[in-house]
């Protein structure tokens, strides 16, 4: 949020010490927050486990599922010829244009048969008579709705996504929203097994994601800690009323 100024300047000088000086707070507040064991903390853990197991499904994704889609020039002029009016003059726009569309029903294509190709050999179940919205309130957030390769989800680790206000609470909508749940388990587990958790980018993300959690909650903690009691409130106001209050007066 900061301009920056021209090279050589005494402004572009302030701008770096202040971008330092941030820099340095920020590090300060991620190293008492390690001090103080907020790492510890179980929303912390599960904000950075969920983090983690989100960009391990999109690098699985990505990777195996839909990767590159590269497209020739054959296919471009095929559908320049196939569907352009005679005399249509084949520019470089045209062309990007044309590469676009067929990139994008490729993309299309590929994410229809997404949730066949990736259940491929997995063992799924899941047991929609426990998904009634009427039993909401009385449902165990330890009770099983789903196993997707062996691996049990609970109705904590969904009752979020399938309770979300405004939400249709139709049964069959709420079948697809956790078989979507499903499908990402079933990617952060094939991820781990091909190894991308000890890839390099992956690790430097989950870092980063990690440190300024933790300093976002430490200066949450730090601001909460300078909000006044009520008692101390009603002790300053004892201790000061006179100077706060308008004594009555009269100007004759």
């Not at 949730?115 to 008579?129: M, T």
């Amino acid at each position: 949020g900061i301009p920056i100024p021209p090279p050589g300047t005494p402004e572009r000088t302030n701008m770096r010490l202040t971008l330092l000086d941030r820099r340095i707070s920020s590090n300060l507040l991620y190293l008492d927050a390690l001090a103080r064991k907020l790492d510890e903390n179980p929303v912390f853990r599960s904000d950075v486990e969920q983090y983690s197991d989100a960009i391990l499904a999109m690098m699985y994704k990505q990777q195996y599922l839909v990767g590159e889609i590269p497209i020739s020039d054959e296919e471009i002029r095929q559908y320049f010829e196939k569907n352009m009016a005679a005399g249509t003059p084949f520019t470089q726009d045209l062309h990007l244009s044309i590469e676009a569309i067929l990139r994008k029903q490729r993309y299309q294509q590929r994410m229809a048969t997404l949730r066949e190709r990736l259940r491929q050999g997995v063992e799924v179940q899941v047991f929609e008579n426990r998904l009634d919205a009427g039993g909401d309130g009385e449902r165990s957030s330890s009770e099983v709705v789903a196993v997707a390769a062996g691996e049990s989800i609970t109705w904590g680790q969904v009752r979020q996504r399938l309770t979300k206000p405004g939400q249709d609470d139709a049964q069959a909508a709420r079948r697809e929203i956790l078989e979507g749940y499903v499908d990402a388990r079933i990617m952060v587990q094939k991820a781990r097994a091909e190894g991308l958790d000890r890839d390099e980018d992956y690790r430097r993300r989950v870092k980063e994601f990690s440190k300024s959690s933790l300093v976002n909650i430490n200066r949450a903690r730090l601001a909460e800690e300078m909000n006044p009691t009520d008692d101390e409130i009603r002790e300053y106001y004892r201790q000061h009323r006179d100077r706060i209050l308008v004594r009555e007066m009269r100007h004759v």
